[in-house]
């Protein structure tokens, strides 16, 4: 779990950046952190707090879940948390049980932004928690996938219920395409990127 970008060198403490982006949550999914460091490779300068890889065990094994075979987008301490069976959506043993999940929890909280991107993949769609619609109208016009606020199927414990929906901080999920090339998404999601700088 790295810091990068407006906080670089910083582990903690005082950031104070307005926007977090936040990559590979599920470690399977591996198109945000490239796209996050492809863009600190060209942008050293950012307003934007990037944490790159926050399941790096996930990411290193190509599996959803963390060392300890927990979903971290199922792990947050949200009022609907349950305790859910041994599979890839295991949300822990308790809530914020993770230290991944601990180590969102203290920079939010600490910081206090007013707008956190998280890239998933593979659903195509600008899904939002919380007061987002504006913003994730803008992020659909570049990428053309469609905004979906999150209401379709509970998703207890998610990083956007607990950032989105209790803390009041509007916290968009992007789901990039997974099939095609990730090069292609560099030009687009750069955009979104630079869209956020000044947001
Ligand atoms: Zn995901």
Redesign the pocket.
């Known amino acids: 779990m790295e810091l990068r970008g407006k906080s670089r060198g910083k582990l903690r403490g005082n950031i104070k950046s307005d926007v977090f982006v936040i990559g590979c949550?599920?470690g399977d999914?591996p198109q945000g952190k490239f796209l996050i460091e492809q863009y600190l490779e060209i942008k050293s300068d950012t307003n934007i707090l990037f944490i790159p890889c926050l399941n790096e065990y996930g990411f290193k094994n190509n599996i959803?879940t963390n060392k300890n075979g927990v979903d971290i987008?199922r792990n947050f301490p949200t009022k609907n948390w349950v305790k859910s069976e041994k599979n890839e959506f295991y949300g822990g043993d308790s809530p914020a049980s993770e230290e991944e999940t601990r180590f969102i929890m203290d920079i939010v909280n600490k910081n206090s932004p007013r707008l956190i991107l998280?890239l998933?993949?593979p659903f195509k769609v600008v899904n939002y928690d919380g007061d987002a619609n504006d913003i994730s109208k803008k992020i659909s016009e570049i990428i053309g996938y469609p905004v979906e606020e999150s209401i379709g199927y509970p998703t207890p414990g998610s990083f956007g219920t607990w950032a989105g929906l209790e803390k009041k901080i509007p916290t968009v999920t992007l789901?990039l395409d997974e099939k095609i090339n990730v090069q292609e998404l560099i030009k687009p999601v750069f955009k979104i990127f630079a869209l956020l700088e000044n947001y």
């Open positions: 949550i599920h999914e959803r987008n998280t998933h993949a789901e």
